[in-house]
């Protein structure tokens, strides 16, 4: 069945309302910590309070005396007993050596390397007395120098012996030699400076873990708020624990939101289930808020330098980017693709530029662990292009539409000089639908209303493309992924035609039990209330590669697609034979089987109760049920685009900036639910606009302390933040997936930043504001307006 055809049938592009939310509006959700087990005890660990130290001495006999307490565990007690937290991406220098990889032990082992490193954990009988005992815990610190920012990390102090001069790695990709002969020759050159900030991820529910252990067979159960709980199992049991994969069940049940930040493997998994076994009881940990912004790995933190040559009619001939990316103190999962495989690749954007080089160097500091937060290196590239295509426009005289749509593709397949071929897109329908909703013809007048109440008025635009689903396997895996990337799908189809879904896709807000329920049931021409899905069990859903990086339709709707091929397949045998027909010559469609050229015709229900009652047809011939399973590892990413305008007003005596109008136009392929679509764009926005304008994480340059420990400091977006967003989407079906869809979940964070830039940098022109660095927050443009008039 191809894309075009499924895209027709009943159940698709309908808003269906989400299945899950009833559970979730009523309260009767279970999260991590509404689970309470038998036996239970309570974690607390204790963290560093110094960004680098070395760790002279631990005195856990006043803890452990205390009442309740059970156990104090230091690094001591796991050192040499098990691995530490491993990296899923390896990458290549270019010098050819390997990326540096130091240990990264579930508790610190002679030195702590950022405020919030896990020093000890503390095991009680309520999570009173643990807290109580986490403060008795004596470490006797010898402080060494911190250093925060990548400027800075090559004449720090060392975080780690393996890397003396903290550079983690020197990655590259293009012809650097015919990039530089290019910019020889180019008639203009435009450059540009920029910081991405470090974000923070503040999910609404923080993660949360209960490990325990079952003596009578000998296996662990790690109940956890994790987006990928097969790729934590594996990472746990093969390269930290050492224990038999089948000896451990991990369980993540409703989770709320992850933006990325509960894909890792983090150190409290791993001490709960560990410890489990060591005391025999259950043990349960939940974050505060203020563990959560010290501990959960950080977002973004890139400082880049980019230059684009051009023509004199500002055609693109090529762009050279270097960009220093931020680690933090030890490498994350897949902390090290983010600013290689999934940022450097992506900077040909939407623009037919002949020629890129990007050079990537990564570095150590005493900060939290850097790794994906939503779009991961897909944002930071497009940040980066987008505020630079707008900068060309304005030093060329040209308008900021006008030089995008003389650089965009419109050949397809087009494959781009940075290793990405994008198969299919329309660039100048996404600019012309989001123009006409956005009324730019409008916006001089409404300057000009601006202007009179004493307000700047800008308008800025981002084109963005990003790549979701990151595929094929063998490719990844030759770029450095030390696992698979394909996904798992399993349709069971009980003896009432009712069915029941296993995918190795992970929700944590997407709507998947809603929109994959609406895949199957359109597939088979049964009601959406009649399938049910269930995901996020080891020991319910065959292997899969969990959510992120907006793959779950593309990837895990594919796999479930190829099950319900094989579903059909072995229905129609079973239909041929109840009607003493040819399996070649029946047809299904709309829950029904028919005949060709006859009106012999069977419905699902019959044939799976058939299926599971093989009174009519030879047992000898096919066997008994109706339950396949499927694989599917992707041959290509998918492409989602689109453009974003966005127009604000600015208080030139406070530097106050308002979002007056923001319009999203995106290319997601197929749509299954627009509704979840339109719900997943306005999330993206909020994140992106938010990075834009309020969220900034920054620790102390001297010390290390995280500055921006609480909602008190950091400031998130709240809902009067927002004009009314205006929506609407183009199609192009992928052409390499069978539902023709592609990622939705990232794309308001990536294509929004430099929209929003882009516009507050348009209405400081005539105040002689040329740049500055996100976030706009009202300090921040009030001090770039008295900079400009000085």
Same mark, same amino acid.
């Given at each position: 069945m191809g894309a075009s055809d499924f895209s027709n049938l009943p159940h698709i592009g309908e808003a269906v309302r989400r299945k899950e939310d009833y559970r979730f509006l009523t309260g009767a959700g279970s999260y991590t910590d509404d689970i309470n087990l038998a036996n239970q005890s309570h974690a607390v660990f204790v963290r560093s309070p110094h960004a680098h130290a070395a760790i002279k001495r631990i005195n856990t006999a006043k803890a452990e005396s205390m009442p309740g307490v059970t156990k104090v565990f230091t690094g001591k007690d796991v050192e040499g007993k098990m691995g530490g937290l491993p990296c899923g991406w390896l990458i290549t220098s270019t010098s050819g050596q390997p990326m540096k990889e130091p240990p990264h032990p579930i508790l610190a082992q002679g030195k702590v390397r950022y405020v919030g490193d896990h020093v000890a954990m503390v095991v009680a009988d309520t999570i009173e007395q643990a807290k109580n005992a986490a403060e008795a815990v004596e470490v006797d610190y010898d402080v060494l120098p911190a250093v925060v920012s990548v400027s800075d990390a090559a004449k720090a102090t060392a975080l780690h012996d393996i890397a003396p001069d903290n550079h983690c790695y020197k990655w590259a990709i293009g012809d650097k030699t015919a990039v530089d002969a290019v910019f020889a020759k180019a008639a203009h050159v435009t450059r540009l400076d920029l910081v991405n900030n470090r974000l923070i991820p503040n999910a609404l529910e923080p993660r949360a873990a209960i490990g325990s252990y079952n003596r009578a067979n000998d296996e662990y159960t790690l109940y956890v708020a994790n987006q990928n709980p097969h790729v934590e199992r594996l990472l746990m049991t093969a390269f930290v624990l050492g224990l038999p994969e089948h000896k451990v069940r991990v369980i993540a049940p409703d989770v709320g939101g992850g933006f990325g930040s509960k894909i890792f493997l983090y150190a409290e998994d791993v001490c709960l289930t560990w410890a489990a076994k060591q005391l025999n009881c259950s043990i349960k940990w939940?974050? +505060?808020?203020?563990?959560s912004f010290l501990s959960d790995a950080h977002g973004r933190d890139?400082?880049?330098? %980019? +230059?684009?040559?051009? /023509?004199?009619? *500002? =055609?693109? $001939?090529?762009?050279?980017?270097?960009t220093d990316a931020n680690l933090g103190a030890y490498l994350s999962t897949f902390s090290t693709a983010v600013p290689t495989i999934l940022y450097a690749t992506l900077l040909a954007g939407q623009y037919a530029t002949p020629q890129i080089y990007v050079e990537v160097d990564a570095w150590f500091t005493n900060t939290a662990p850097v790794d994906a937060y939503r779009g991961a290196g897909r944002p930071e590239a497009t940040y980066l292009l987008e505020r630079l295509v707008t900068r060309c426009a304005w030093e060329l005289g040209l308008s900021q539409d006008e030089i995008r749509k003389r650089n965009f593709i419109t050949s397809f397949p087009y494959q781009t000089p940075v290793a990405l071929q994008y198969d299919v897109g329309d660039y100048h329908a996404c600019m012309d639908k989001a123009r006409a909703l956005a009324d730019v013809a409008g916006f001089d007048a409404r300057r000009k209303a601006s202007e009179a109440r004493g307000l700047k008025r800008g308008i800025g635009y981002s084109s963005y493309i990003e790549a979701c689903g990151i595929a094929p396997s063998n490719i990844a895996g030759a770029l450095g992924a030390r696992a698979g990337l394909f996904e798992c799908g399993e349709v069971r189809v009980h003896p009432t035609g009712s069915v029941t879904v296993f995918t190795g896709s992970h929700s944590h807000g997407q709507g998947?039990?809603?929109?994959? !329920?609406?895949?199957? !049931?359109?597939? $088979?021409?049964?009601a959406v209330e009649a399938v049910d899905v269930v995901h996020g069990d080891t020991g319910r859903v065959p292997f899969g590669m969990g959510t992120y990086g907006s793959r779950?339709?593309?990837? *895990? *709707? !594919? !796999?479930?697609?190829?099950? $319900? /091929? =094989?579903?059909?397949?072995? %229905? =129609?045998?079973?239909a041929a034979h109840l009607m003493e027909a040819s399996a070649a010559d029946v047809e299904f469609a709309n829950g029904e089987f028919t005949v060709k050229g006859t009106d012999k015709k069977v419905t699902f229900g019959q044939v799976a109760l058939t299926a599971y009652v093989p009174h009519n047809y030879p047992l000898d011939k096919l066997e008994p049920g109706l339950n396949e399973t499927a694989f599917y590892d992707p041959t290509n990413f998918t492409f989602p685009a689109g453009t974003y305008i966005c127009e604000v007003e600015v208080d030139p005596a406070t530097g106050a900036v308002k979002v007056d109008r923001f319009t999203a136009v995106d290319d997601f392929g197929t749509i299954i639910n627009p509704m979840i679509v339109e719900g997943q764009v306005h999330g993206g926005l909020v994140q992106g606009i938010g990075q834009a304008l309020l969220e900034n994480c920054v620790y102390d340059k001297d010390t290390g302390q995280l500055l921006t420990g609480s909602f008190m400091d950091y400031a998130m977006p709240r809902a009067d933040d927002f004009p009314q967003f205006k929506l609407d989407t183009v199609c192009t079906p992928c052409s390499h997936n069978p539902l023709g869809t592609k990622g939705c979940g990232e794309a308001g964070a990536i294509g929004s930043p430099p929209a929003v830039i882009n516009a507050v940098l348009d209405a400081l022109k005539p105040l002689g504001v040329k740049d500055f660095d996100m976030p706009a927050s009202p300090n921040r443009v009030w001090e770039a307006i008295q900079a400009a008039k000085a």
């Open positions: 939940t974050a +505060e808020r203020s563990e890139h400082v880049s330098h %980019a +230059e684009m040559a051009m /023509d004199s009619q *500002g =055609k693109f $001939l090529a762009l050279r980017v270097h998947h039990e809603t929109t994959f !329920a609406q895949v199957v !049931a359109a597939r $088979l021409g049964i779950s339709i593309s990837v *895990g *709707g !594919a !796999a479930i697609m190829k099950a $319900l /091929d =094989k579903i059909e397949t072995k %229905a =129609k045998k079973i």
